[in-house]
């Protein structure tokens, strides 16, 4: 890839010691990785299969729920455009979790966050979102392993 091309996605994987099952129920939250590195309690409300994420700090954003195959898989999509207008979307990178038991006894958690070089603006910014995104992942793993393993 040419160093100017906007890279397309960001794979991270984490490995928790929990059951499927509870992992899942954390990764099916929409938002849940709004955050500030703890997982935290958002105002969620939910609509068909779009909800609306509030975060006291980072603001409101919205989620469409694309697929889910409890306890394994579940895919979200950002959505971009005015909240107050379910017309004017504009839809963002996709993020799908995989929750896969491992030889270890807990699950592998892996998260692939895709459509970077499709976001609308400049390919500095799509760059930029890629990057923060890119650290952001691993961070949020993190939290999600303490949240589940602590009970």
Known sequence: MPETAVPDAIE????IAATPERVYALVARPGWWINEGAITDNVVATEGDVSTVTHAKYGTYRVRTVDADPPRYVAFRWLGGDPANEGKEVPGTLVEFFVTANAAGGVTLRVVESGFSTLPGTD???????ADNSSGWEQELEAARAHVEAG
């Open 12 to 15: 991270r994987q984490i490995d």
């Open 124 to 130: 500095e910014q799509r760059r930029k979102n890629h």
